[in-house]
Structure formats: C-alpha cells, structure tokens
T-cell receptor
Framework: KQEVTQIPAALSVPEGENLVLNCSFTDSAIYNLQWFRQDPGKGLTSLLLIQSSQREQTSGRLNASLDKSSGRSTLYIAASQPGDSATYLCAVRNNQGGKLIFGQGTELSVKP | DVKVTQSSRYLVKRTGEKVFLECVQDMDHENMFWYRQDPGLGLRLIYFSYDVKMKEKGDIPEGYSVSREKKERFSLILESASTNQTSMYLC????????????FGAGTRLSVL
C-alpha cells in the first residue's frame, strides 16, 4: 500500500532563505507526483506536477525534483518570501486515473 | 477560471444529526471528489464520482454517503453525525481523463458536538 510522508511537519525560516521541502513515498511505481499549496482555511492550489518519466519541473521560484528509484521528491523554494507561508502537500498517483495519495503536509512560515 | 464552491465554510452540528455538505463546480467536469483533512493525517479520500449517479468508495467511506443527481453538484451526507467526523472537508473536481488536475473548493470546517 502506497504511503506518502512529509518531513518536517513544520518549518520556520527567515525571509530570503532558500529552502527544501521533502516528500517520500514507499512504492516507487508511481504515475505522477504533485505538489500543492494550501493557505490557512482554504482549499488546495496545484503548484507543480511531475510525470514519472520526468526528473524535475520548474515554475518561477519553485523547482520540484523526482527520484523514483529512491522514492523521494523535493520542492525547492528560492529566495523565500513571507507570502510563501502556507502548508505544502505532496501527493502521488499510482496509475493513470488512480486516486491521489497525500502526505501530511509541511507547514512553512517565512518570517520577515 | 474554474470555480468549485462549497456551500458552507463553517458548520456546527449535534451528534446524531443528518448533515449535508454541498459542492458545486461550474466547469462541466465529470470527476468530483470528497476528502477529509485531519492534522497529521493529510487528505483522505472519502468518495468520488466519475459521472452523474455514479459513485465509488474512497479510502474512508464508513459513516458517509454521497449523491450526484446533477453533473455540477456532488453532495456528501453524514447520515448520523458523530464527534469523530469533526474535520475539514474538501471537495474537488477534474476534467475527464485528467484526474490529476484537481481543482479544490475552499473547504467546510465541520464541528460535531
């Protein structure tokens, strides 16, 4: 059974720092992996989607990498800003049309 | 822009009450999903639907049912609410063949007393 883990559960950094959020999954046979952002009391917004054949995806200051063999993905945020403060969730899909399996999320706080 | 609307942001109900959580999407999406989100557990899929009057159980369907009478509306029903159903409930929808592109509503925070 696929399990997705995100460590740490919470992270606090000063503004301007580059940071990495981690996501690991137990079954490497995934179809794709997705990173979401959730602001307090709000729904989820998709940030990046990496297909199983890809190694990374970039959007602005965000870069997500995928290493299927080790069951790991990282979300790199460059030059963090207070507006980046949110909970970040990763989710994997085991096959096309399959359901999303979510990690517990990392709550990020960027201090001005 | 895709809009997924959940009718209530906050709900407080009593144990044993029948509770309806409503979700409406305006993009003619076939796929709709109901999740609950709890601290330390992430999002867990309760039910999903790939078409009108069609439903499939997710990972934690016990204590819940759903209704999809119209394409744009997917309702989550708690037949007899219990305190362990206190949670944040999130609805999502996605276009046909693109279940990985899910658009989420703002969530309904339900408290069962």
């Amino acid at each position: 059974k696929q399990e997705v883990t995100q460590i740490p559960a919470a992270l606090s950094v000063p503004e301007g720092e580059n940071l990495v959020l981690n996501c690991s999954f137990t079954d490497s046979a995934i179809y794709n992996l997705q990173w979401f952002r959730q602001d307090p009391g709000k729904g989820l917004t998709s940030l990046l989607l990496i297909q199983s054949s890809q190694r990374e995806q970039t959007s602005g200051r965000l870069n997500a990498s995928l290493d299927k063999s080790s069951g790991r993905s990282t979300l790199y945020i460059a030059a963090s800003q207070p507006g980046d403060s949110a909970t970040y969730l990763c989710a994997v899909r085991n096959n096309q049309g399959g359901k999303l399996i979510f990690g517990q999320g990392t709550e990020l706080s960027v201090k001005p | 822009d895709v809009k997924v609307t959940q009718s209530s942001r906050y709900l407080v109900k009593r144990t044993g009450e029948k509770v309806f959580l409503e979700c409406v999407q305006d993009m003619d999406h076939e796929n709709m999903f109901w999740y609950r989100q709890d601290p330390g557990l992430g999002l867990r899929l309760i039910y999903f639907s790939y078409d009108v009057k069609m439903k499939e159980k997710g990972d934690i369907p016990e204590g819940y049912s759903v209704s999809r009478e119209k394409k744009e509306r997917f309702s989550l029903i708690l037949e007899s609410a219990s305190t362990n159903q206190t949670s944040m409930y999130l609805c999502a929808s996605s276009p046909p063949g693109q279940a990985n592109i899910q658009y989420f509503g703002a969530g309904t925070r339900l408290s069962v007393l």
